[in-house]
């Protein structure tokens, strides 16, 4: 079986001119990046630094520490720490890529040097509702994952071969991270085709699940069996299990970025539940949101409604510039509205 072209061809070939022209090519990736915005900024930086280009990936803040595994991310420049770094790269740079993010918003204190760099932009993104900031956008909401987005593209470019196995870990991993271990948003055929192409450069896909998610410090096992045994409410006849964590509780368990990533698909193994919230007060001055689901109930339009967020139908976030009683608030007062779509889950 050949794996859909399902990118035009136009837009491939665009790409392959800018990628020729470039020699000074920054890759950027939104706030709080997870797998799949690592996976498929740093498997492209592997594949663009094998023909030879200057390449620099950077983002707006520190990658969670369970994801340093990944080929290159010791090479990653944190804006938040070396701004005056980043506004030069970007300044000097001659092709900006824009890996899993539909708006400029979303890579915050980059945004505005984005904007003011003179470079050419490539968009290469699976949410909802693109903004128009960029010169070509490879943009599929369909898509399970940027990182599939990303190897679709290159196998229509004629660049599969020079995936090799550091890119291809970079790039499996956000499709197994984005996907939820292929338990949702992976029903295509043509994701376990470009797996199975991934597993010919030489990857440990059994490694990399364990690294991914067995591998656990005492404070990041402590802090989710806190979660989950004080800090979740279940609401059964809103068939929905919600979890909050405030900033001085994630003090006390020392909390770093990462600690809580995949707690919010715990409550979804519990009889009856549909759906499943998670709410962390961070120390940037917001409230981070997080919902998963299961079948056909979908919450990114929640968190697009209530949180000016979104994401895939079972699998979403967004931000709340408020207080974290606020942000339940808004959420508990909601959930009258969607009692009908609650029901079309159980006929």
């Known amino acids: 079986m050949k794996i859909t072209k399902s990118i035009s061809e136009d837009k491939v070939e665009a790409v392959k001119q800018m990628i020729g022209a470039s020699r000074r090519i920054v890759i950027t990736c939104h706030k709080t990046p997870d797998g799949d915005a690592l996976g498929s900024s740093l498997g492209l930086a592997a594949v663009l630094a094998g023909e030879h280009k200057h390449v620099h990936v950077i983002t707006p803040d520190t990658p969670p520490k369970i994801l340093k595994f990944l080929p290159g991310a010791e090479n990653i420049l944190i804006a938040s720490r070396f701004h005056d770094r980043a506004k030069h790269l970007l300044g000097t740079a001659d092709l900006v890529f824009c890996m899993d993010y539909n708006a400029p918003m979303r890579i915050d204190r980059l945004e505005p040097l984005l904007m003011e760099s003179a470079a050419p932009r490539i968009m290469i993104d699976h949410h909802l509702d693109p903004e128009d900031f960029t010169d070509v956008a490879i943009s599929n909401p369909e898509e399970s994952s940027t990182c599939a987005l990303l190897y679709r593209?290159?196998?229509?470019?004629?660049?599969?071969?020079?995936?090799?196995?550091?890119?291809?870990?970079?790039?499996?991993?956000?499709?197994?991270?984005?996907?939820?271990?292929?338990?949702?948003?992976?029903?295509?055929?043509?994701?376990?085709?470009?797996?199975?192409?991934?597993?010919?450069?030489?990857?440990?896909?059994?490694?990399?699940?364990?690294?991914?998610?067995?591998?656990?410090?005492?404070?990041?096992?402590?802090?989710?069996?806190?979660?989950?045994?004080?800090?979740?409410?279940?609401?059964?006849?809103?068939?929905?299990?919600?979890?909050?964590?405030?900033?001085?509780?994630?003090?006390?368990?020392?909390?770093?970025?990462?600690?809580?990533?995949?707690?919010?698909?715990?409550?979804?193994?519990?009889?009856?539940?549909?759906?499943?919230?998670?709410?962390?007060?961070?120390?940037?001055?917001?409230?981070?949101?997080?919902?998963?689901?299961?079948?056909?109930?979908?919450?990114?339009?929640?968190?697009?409604?209530?949180?000016?967020?979104?994401?895939?139908?079972?699998?979403?976030?967004?931000?709340?510039?408020?207080?974290?009683?606020?942000?339940?608030?808004?959420?508990?007062?909601?959930?009258?509205?969607?009692?009908?779509?609650?029901?079309?889950?159980?006929?």
Not at 251 to 258: A, C, H, L, M, S
């Open 153 to 347: 593209l290159l196998y229509q470019m004629g660049w599969s071969g020079k995936i090799h196995a550091e890119a291809a870990t970079c790039i499996y991993t956000g499709m197994l991270t984005d996907t939820g271990n292929f338990s949702y948003n992976s029903n295509n055929p043509d994701l376990y085709l470009i797996i199975a192409r991934l597993l010919t450069t030489g990857i440990n896909k059994d490694e990399i699940y364990n690294t991914v998610w067995n591998t656990n410090s005492v404070n990041r096992l402590r802090i989710c069996g806190f979660a989950i045994y004080r800090r979740m409410i279940l609401l059964p006849e809103y068939s929905l299990a919600l979890i909050t964590l405030n900033r001085s509780e994630l003090r006390e368990f020392d909390y770093i970025k990462g600690d809580t990533e995949g707690l919010v698909n715990k409550p979804l193994s519990i009889p009856g539940i549909v759906w499943s919230v998670f709410v962390r007060e961070d120390d940037d001055g917001f409230v981070k949101v997080s919902m998963r689901s299961t079948g056909e109930f979908h919450v990114n339009t929640i968190c697009e409604k209530l949180y000016g967020g979104g994401g895939h139908c079972n699998a979403a976030g967004g931000e709340y510039h408020g207080t974290i009683k606020e942000a339940v608030e808004k959420l508990l007062g909601y959930l009258p509205e969607i009692t009908s779509e609650l029901e079309k889950t159980k006929e």
